[in-house]
């Protein structure tokens, strides 16, 4: 662990859990933001920040913003509705760029950085100055952000043909080739795949087959 005066470096989700353990426990008010649900594995897997909102509901508020692919997966929306509907957890989607960020009390910001070795590394930046500069590009896209119910509304057919649609990608089937197997237009077609790639931030389709076997879609 590196320690400065305003910024820590942590190596790993466990030691971030354990340093930020108190901060869970007692925060009144939690901001998290992320592309996928694999960046706080184990802050998800452990329950701390969904349980936190079932145990405390009365006084403490949560809010977590998402890449529109975590939709893509059929799994993980049902998870996150869950999450919306028991633990009462306010969620949006945004096809921006995020910082994956977790806020605490909009005192402490914990930001993500590379995996090496199999361990993510995180920064917990307690300089205010910089934490306000962080809650404001999170207010920013939450502002702008749409509300999981409608945003999955809107996706729950490309759900459906995701799986397909990225498998012939990957294949490298021609634009008419794959229309003809899922019975669509090859209008329709391009445009499902348009729409596939605005959802898992690629710009490419090769980048979208890469961000699909990296979230396990295909």
Known sequence: MQTGETVTIVRGDEE???????????????????????TWTLTHGSADLDELARTRRDD?????????????????????VRVQ????????????????????????????????AGRRSYSVVTQPETVQGVTSLFEAVWRSAT???????????LRQLAPQVLDLLVQGCKDETAARRLGLGVRTYRRRVAELMAALGAESRFQAGVRARELGLV
Not at 89 to 111: C, G
Not at 147 to 157: M, S
């Open 147 to 157: 509300d999981l119910a409608v945003y999955d509304a809107r996706t729950a057919e």
């Open 60 to 80: 403490v508020r949560v809010r977590k913003v998402y890449r529109p692919g975590v939709l893509l997966d059929p799994a993980s929306a049902q998870g996150l």
């Open 85 to 116: 509907e028991v633990h009462g957890a306010q969620i949006r989607i945004t096809p921006d760029e995020l910082n994956e960020t977790i806020l605490f009390d909009r005192r402490v910001a914990i930001l993500a950085g590379d995996v090496h």
């Open 16 to 38: 971030l859990l354990a340093r930020t353990a108190s901060l869970f426990a007692t925060a009144t008010e939690i901001s998290c933001a992320a592309n996928d649900l694999g």
